[in-house]
Structure formats: C-alpha cells, structure tokens
C-alpha cells in the first residue's frame, strides 16, 4: 500500500505503508526503558545496608529484563545454570549499569531505588561490551599460542582460561579464529585447553584429614601438580565437599605443590569425602568456583584428588543463660540450653564435656530478650541481644573470640506478634554466630 502527502495541492512525498510501519517499531525499540527497581521498608534514615540491599535487588530485576531483551532483540539465550555464562552476564550487567541512571524516592515509609537504561544505551552496552571481551580474548589466544611455542606451561593455562571465558563472552556470532579462516576460535581454544589438562596429573602425599572439628588439619597433605612430569606453578585448586561446598583454595609454589597446612577442619560428620579440583574461576577473579565443566573441559581421575575426613569429636562445656527484661515471655525451648546442645552434637560434630575429660572449649552465651514501642512508626520492636565467649583451652596457644548478635524485628502496634515465629529465627541466628565464632579459633 502506498500513501501520498499533497500539501497546497502539491505531491510532496511518497512512502509505502511497509517503511511506516518499520520506521515506527523502530522509534518505539529505542526509545523503550528497561528498569529494575528495589525496595525496602524503613523505620527510620536508610542505612547504607538498606540502601546496598535496595540497589542489589534493582539490579536482580533489571539483569531479568536484559535477558529478555537479549532474546527478544538479538535472539541470544543466556544459559544462567552455566556458571561461566552466569560470571560472564554480571560482567555485562555491569556494563549496561554504566549506562544507566540510578534513580531513587520514597513511598510511604519504603525506600525505592531503580536501574533505568535504554534499549538504545542497551545496545550501545553490547557493543561496548563485545569489543571488551573480543579484545581481551584475541589478545589471551594470541598469549596462549606463544606460551605453547615456549613452553610455558603457566602461561599456557591462564591465557587459555582468559581466552575461552571471553570468547565465550561475545554476544553474537561466534568469534573466528586470528588468521584461520572458518574456524571457531571458542573451538580451538577448548581443543588447546583439553590437550593441556589431558597432560595434568594431581597427586598427594596422603588421603587423609585428620584433626579435630574447628582445628588446623595434622601432618596437612601436600598436593603435587604437574604436567609431562614438569611442576606447574601459579594454578588455583580449591577443595569442595560433597555438597559443592568450597572450603578452601589455594595457588601452587614453583614446586607445583600446594599443602593442607593451616587449613581448618570443617563442620562435617567423620567420613566425609573432600574434592580437590583445579579451579579456573580463580583466574577469573569469580567469586566461586566454577569448575572445569561450564568450559566444557573434561577431568580425568589423575587430575583431581578425594579425601577423607578422619575427626575426633572436640570436647565443649557450655553456660547458657536466657532472660527477659520485658514482658515478652520467652519459649521453654529458648531458655533451656537444650536447642543449642542438640546443634553442637549434630551440626557442629562435638562431645559434651562429661567426667574428668578437659573440655575443647568452653562456651558462655546469654541472651536477652527485651521490647521497644516505636511511637513515630505505630510499631512495636521485639529484640534479642546475645553476647557469645568461646575459649579454645585445647589450642597452642588458648584463644578466646567473641560475637555479640542482635536480632529484632519490628510489627505494626495493631497486630499480633508471632512470638513463635520470631524465637525461632532468633534460634537460627544465634546458632549461626556460634558456629562462625568457633570457626575464627
């Protein structure tokens, strides 16, 4: 269909109803907003956490909104599972918040904060982000090949690393490989980095852990990492139980050997197995592992290690006092030591101290329970303040650390407070800091 503009009995333009069409969809795209908001509730000035936890949770809602555009726009999906791709979307997230404007006001008695971009400045974002990450990923490669002409064994791996994360990183087509025409420079890097690690051997001077709970390992292992018999200094392993819990990570010497020496035996059962694995997230500066497998690398038995936790139980004695200097009643459960007792058997893996045994440690916790009338907000505080002392007694040298905890939580003056609920997750808390204190010994 073809539309004619006559002004004064002059035709002055003609357009088709095609080209109208396109032209408009084309203003609304970049003139859309992509927003992410967050939101909390305040009772007074905004902390600087209120404000962090504002700006993280706007951040959360405005990463769902560029997933949809990514594959609404340029038809890209961001697997989120894959821990490579999820560690390469907060860097592009990142970059689309430069662009962005912060805005932030107050409904009520909540703080808002939002994340407003774009669609535009989105695509100026991906623009700026794949010459980033293409730079950094030709640069890396070209690294890589001239580390494997040297030999360099470190160098070979890290480039690689670098290369492979920021390869994979480009939104768009796939990136060719520097002076190889119709190749997948992603492909050719993973072929380079699996011959690598299939070269990799992990060994240890022993499988066992041995120790007790909260206590550095005894006579600690050593690990030996090599490759073609070679030492191969400057790599990350962490070791992870079986739950994906990371419970350490460290980086081998130019002996290519990294050892267990100061590392502290978790809070798990006797048995428990630990993994030790290379780790190159750590290259990555991510801010957990990641593993070998969202590279789409391959392990084999010879390149990680398991572990066995070998543990006597340490020994505790506890004093425990709860009081109330309100009207706020406290649960049986919560003034009998009974809740924290039953923790430290079962998720804390210790002995109470009985007959002539010396205790490990010694525990001493009181807690308070107090209420608060908040006049200004209609609401009514309920708080408990809990002052925790651990001693080491079995340490060389005896330590003591403590934790102070306070929990409260505020309700309207008009509705009846859920006492049960609230010492409940006031139990929770205070478990939570005993086990971090002990952990700090």
């Not at 010459?131 to 070209?142: G, K, P, R, T, V």
């Not at 006092?321 to 459960?333: E, G, Q, Y």
Request: hydrophobic share 40%; with cysteine; glycine share 4%.
């Amino acid at each position: 269909m073809t539309l004619s503009f006559i002004t004064k009995g002059v035709l002055v333009r003609t357009v088709t109803y095609s080209c109208i069409v396109i032209l408009c969809c084309a203003l609304i795209t970049s003139s859309q907003i992509l927003s992410g908001s967050g939101t909390v509730k305040l009772s007074g000035p905004a902390t600087k956490e209120q404000t962090d936890n504002a700006r993280h949770s706007a951040r959360k809602q405005l990463q769902k909104e560029l997933l949809i555009w990514l594959n609404e726009n340029i038809n890209i999906e961001i697997d989120t599972l894959n821990k490579l791709h999820a560690l390469n979307l907060e860097n592009f997230v990142d970059t689309c918040l430069r662009y962005s404007k912060e805005e932030s006001s107050f409904q009520g008695k909540s703080l808002v904060i939002s994340f407003n971009i774009t669609a535009n400045d989105v695509q100026k974002a991906v623009q700026a982000y794949n010459a980033a990450s293409e730079s950094i990923a030709i640069e890396s490669w070209n690294k890589m090949v001239k580390a494997r002409e040297e030999q360099d064994l470190t160098a070979m791996y890290t480039e690689g690393i670098k290369a492979m994360a920021n390869a994979t990183a480009h939104l768009g087509p796939p990136l060719p490989t520097p002076g190889a025409e119709g190749k997948d420079l992603v492909e050719d890097i993973r072929i380079s980095l699996q011959d690598f690690l299939n070269r990799m051997r992990v060994s240890s001077s022993d499988m066992i852990l041995q120790g007790k709970t909260g206590q550095p390992v005894e006579n600690p292992p050593v690990i030996s990492v090599m490759v073609d018999s070679v030492p191969l200094q400057g790599v990350a392993v962490s070791g992870l139980l079986q739950n994906g819990k990371e419970i350490f990570t460290a980086v081998t010497d130019q002996q290519g050997q990294v050892s267990f020496k100061g590392m502290r035996i978790p809070f798990v059962a006797n048995g428990t197995l630990l993994y030790v694995r290379p780790d190159p997230a750590k290259i990555l500066q991510a801010p957990s592992f990641i593993g070998t497998k969202p590279f789409n690398l391959q392990l084999k038995n010879s390149q990680e290690q398991s572990f066995i936790f070998k543990i006597s139980r340490p020994v505790y004695s506890l004093d425990y006092k709860a009081t109330s200097v309100s009207k706020v009643a406290l649960p049986a459960d919560y003034a009998s030591s009974t809740f924290l007792k039953k923790f430290l058997k079962d998720s804390c893996f210790m002995s109470e101290v009985s007959g002539s045994i010396p205790p490990d440690l010694n525990i001493l916790v009181q807690s308070q329970a107090s209420s608060y009338a908040y006049d200004e907000t209609e609401e009514i505080g309920i708080k408990i303040s809990s002052q925790i002392t651990i001693k080491g007694l079995s340490l060389d040298p005896p330590s003591t650390v403590q934790e102070t905890v306070v929990f409260e939580k505020r309700y309207e003056a008009r509705t009846d407070i859920p006492y049960g609920l609230f010492f409940w997750e006031a139990a929770s808390k205070l478990r939570e800091a005993i086990k971090a204190a002990i952990s700090r010994l």
